[in-house]
T-cell receptor, first 113, second 114 residues
Framework: KQEVTQIPAALSVPEGENLVLNCSFT??????LQWFRQDPGKGLTSLLL?????REQTSGRLNASLDKSSGRSTLYIAASQPGDSATYLC????????????FGKGTHLIIQP | DGGITQSPKYLFRKEGQNVTLSCEQN?????MYWYRQDPGQGLRLIYY???????QKGDIAEGYSVSREKKESFPLTVTSAQKNPTAFYLC?????????????FGEGSWLTVV
């Protein structure tokens, strides 16, 4: 059964820093990996989707990489801003079982002004 | 809202009552999903549907029921058989479940048992 782990569970950094969030998964046979942002009490907003054949995706200050063979993905946030404060979740689409999408528990990020 | 609307935002249920959460999408997507989120936990799949009049159980379907009579609508009923229903419920959509496309979420519904 696919398991997704996100480290760290929480992170607090000063504004302006570059930071990396980590996601690892146990089964490398995946279709894609998706990063989401969740603000308190809100739904999830899709940030980046990386297909299994891709190595990375970029959107603005966000860059997500995927190393399928090692079961790892990273979300790089450049020049962090207080508005980046949120919980970031990764989800892996394995395509098996009742549904292929397995979520991590998220990293709670606080950017200090 | 990602083209998907959930209502109500907040709902209170008495013990023994059934309640229904609404989920509507306006983008003609085939696949729709219901997830449950508990504090400090990842999302867990309740039910999903790939086409009209068809749906499949997820990992935690017990105590829940769904219908998919129209493509744009996928309501979730939390029955009295669900012993711990207090949670945040999220509906989602995607073009197709097996195509590896982006999944989009609604704003969620908070259900509290009183």
């Amino acid at each position: 059964k696919q398991e997704v782990t996100q480290i760290p569970a929480a992170l607090s950094v000063p504004e302006g820093e570059n930071l990396v969030l980590n996601c690892s998964f146990t089964d490398s046979a995946i279709y894609n990996l998706q990063w989401f942002r969740q603000d308190p009490g809100k739904g999830l907003t899709s940030l980046l989707l990386i297909q299994s054949s891709q190595r990375e995706q970029t959107s603005g200050r966000l860059n997500a990489s995927l190393d399928k063979s090692s079961g790892r993905s990273t979300l790089y946030i450049a020049a962090s801003q207080p508005g980046d404060s949120a919980t970031y979740l990764c989800a892996v689409h394995s395509g098996g079982g009742a549904d292929g999408l397995t979520f991590g528990k998220g990293t709670h990020l606080i950017i200090q002004p | 809202d990602g083209g998907i609307t959930q209502s109500p935002k907040y709902l209170f249920r008495k013990e023994g009552q059934n309640v229904t959460l609404s989920c509507e999408q306006n983008l003609n997507h085939d696949a729709m999903y219901w997830y449950r989120q508990d504090p400090g936990q990842g999302l867990r799949l309740i039910y999903y549907s790939q086409i009209v009049n068809d749906f499949q159980k997820g990992d935690i379907a017990e105590g829940y029921s769904v219908s998919r009579e129209k493509k744009e609508s996928f309501p979730l009923t939390v029955t009295s058989a669900q012993k711990n229903p207090t949670a945040f419920y999220l509906c989602a959509r995607s073009i197709g479940r097996n195509s590896g496309n982006t999944i989009y979420f609604g704003e969620g519904s908070w259900l509290t048992v009183v």
